[in-house]
């Protein structure tokens, strides 16, 4: 066997012609079946089986389909779309408003979420407690849950939301706000501010409708 001929894939039984092809446990895996089964790098298939690989897929199949059903009813900029029928939510690029991924979430998904200004906790909630830090917002230095307090900073470098979801293999998801040197109190650190509100204050009003409070 040449280097550009390595066999059949043990799955779907196509010739894997390229140097990229997987090893799983019964033999090699073609790139086609790799990307179904949500593998994009050949580490992620290391040590899965045919089993684990047609699972795999089912869940990226799933995934999909949910996707594909997803209707928003509401956007918030473009970080977060909702669908209010269906009691779903998915996080958007904070771009062009597009999908990051395939990652449409319930609403009885979300754990908690706090704001992060430069790794700093501004803001925090979820299950079991109410959102606190939010007369932070236009005020200036206030931290939760009594950190020391920093002076307030000139430059802010990043902003973000970070949600943790009831999902073991993929808890965290985030919602960027700022990812560059922005001014402390410029519009676009105001703006900002005042997304991160909308958002923490939808996230806490989707869990209340899901009942997990
Ligand atoms: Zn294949």
Same mark, same amino acid.
């Given at each position: 066997?040449?280097?550009? %001929?390595?066999?059949?894939?043990?799955?779907?039984?196509?010739?894997?012609?390229?140097?990229w +092809?997987a090893?799983? +446990? $019964?033999?090699?895996?073609?790139k086609a079946c790799c990307r179904k089964a949500g593998y994009f790098s050949r580490s992620r298939a290391?040590?899965?089986?045919?089993?684990?690989?047609?699972?795999d897929?089912?869940?990226m199949?799933?995934?999909?389909?949910?996707?594909?059903?997803?209707?928003?009813?509401?956007?918030?900029?473009?970080?977060?779309?909702?669908? $209010?029928?269906?009691?779903?939510?998915?996080?958007?690029?904070?771009?062009?408003?597009?999908?990051?991924m395939?990652?449409?979430?319930?609403?009885?998904?979300?754990?908690?979420?706090? =704001?992060?200004?430069?790794?700093?906790?501004? +803001?925090?909630?979820?299950?079991?407690?109410?959102?606190?830090?939010?007369?932070?917002?236009?005020?200036?230095?206030?931290?939760?849950?009594?950190?020391?307090?920093?002076?307030?900073?000139?430059?802010?470098?990043?902003?973000?939301?970070?949600?943790?979801?009831?999902?073991? %293999?993929?808890?965290?998801?985030?919602?960027?706000?700022?990812?560059?040197?922005?001014?402390?109190? %410029? =519009?676009?650190?105001?703006?900002?501010? $005042?997304?991160?509100? $909308?958002?923490? %204050?939808?996230?806490?009003?989707?869990?209340?409708?899901?009942?997990?409070?």
């Amino acid at each position: 066997m040449g280097l550009f %001929s390595q066999g059949t894939c043990v799955l779907c039984g196509a010739p894997v012609k390229s140097m990229w +092809a997987a090893k799983i +446990a $019964e033999g090699l895996l073609c790139k086609a079946c790799c990307r179904k089964a949500g593998y994009f790098s050949r580490s992620r298939a290391k040590n899965k089986t045919l089993d684990n690989v047609r699972a795999d897929m089912a869940r990226m199949e799933a995934a999909a389909a949910r996707q594909r059903a997803f209707e928003p009813t509401r956007t918030i900029g473009k970080h977060l779309a909702i669908d $209010e029928h269906k009691q779903q939510w998915q996080i958007l690029d904070g771009v062009t408003g597009k999908l990051i991924m395939s990652r449409v979430l319930d609403f009885s998904e979300i754990v908690s979420y706090e =704001l992060l200004e430069d790794g700093e906790t501004l +803001a925090k909630g979820g299950l079991g407690r109410a959102l606190v830090g939010g007369a932070l917002f236009g005020g200036v230095g206030a931290i939760v849950g009594g950190v020391t307090g920093k002076k307030s900073k000139n430059v802010i470098n990043s902003m973000k939301i970070k949600i943790t979801v009831r999902d073991m %293999s993929n808890p965290v998801v985030y919602v960027s706000l700022i990812s560059g040197k922005t001014k402390h109190n %410029s =519009l676009t650190h105001r703006l900002a501010q $005042e997304t991160a509100q $909308e958002i923490l %204050s939808l996230l806490e009003l989707m869990q209340e409708l899901a009942g997990n409070v």
